[in-house]
Nanobody
Framework: QVQLVESGGGLVQPGGSLRLSCAAN????????MAWYRQAPGKQRERVAT????????TYKDVVKDRFTISRDNAKNTVYLQMNSLKPEDTAVYYC??????????????WGEGTLVTVSS
């Protein structure tokens, strides 16, 4: 059974840092590019960073570029998101997923529970 478990979120002051982790189980995720997404209150989910299968190529949404770093450890089936210089507008629930997004046998998109990041003084 496929499972994505995000962790590492919390409350942080503006300018602070957090490192998110995503444990991916149930399939060989090393053959998939992976991504971090976030959903702020009242807004649609957006993709903020991607990493290629071997971690050699990364992409970022402009608003997080130079502040966030995505990486992966295929031996541990884990994807990371290092977030520095956090801003209040980074407040959101953060999710990881593969590219393409995992679907259930019923055809629905599968998402883990996510991890909440709150940036506030």
């Amino acid at each position: 059974q496929v499972q994505l478990v995000e962790s590492g979120g919390g409350l942080v002051q503006p300018g602070g840092s957090l490192r998110l982790s995503c444990a991916a189980n149930g399939r060989d995720f090393s053959i998939y590019a992976m991504a971090w997404y976030r959903q702020a209150p009242g807004k649609q989910r957006e993709r903020v960073a991607t990493v290629s299968t071997r971690g050699r190529t990364t992409t970022y949404k402009d608003v997080v570029k130079d502040r966030f770093t995505i990486s992966r450890d295929n031996a541990k089936n884990t994807v990371y998101l290092q977030m520095n210089s956090l801003k209040p507008e980074d407040t959101a629930v953060y999710y990881c997923n593969s590219i393409p997004i995992i679907t259930t046998p019923g055809g629905m998109d599968y998402w883990g529970e996510g991890t909440l990041v709150t940036v506030s003084s």
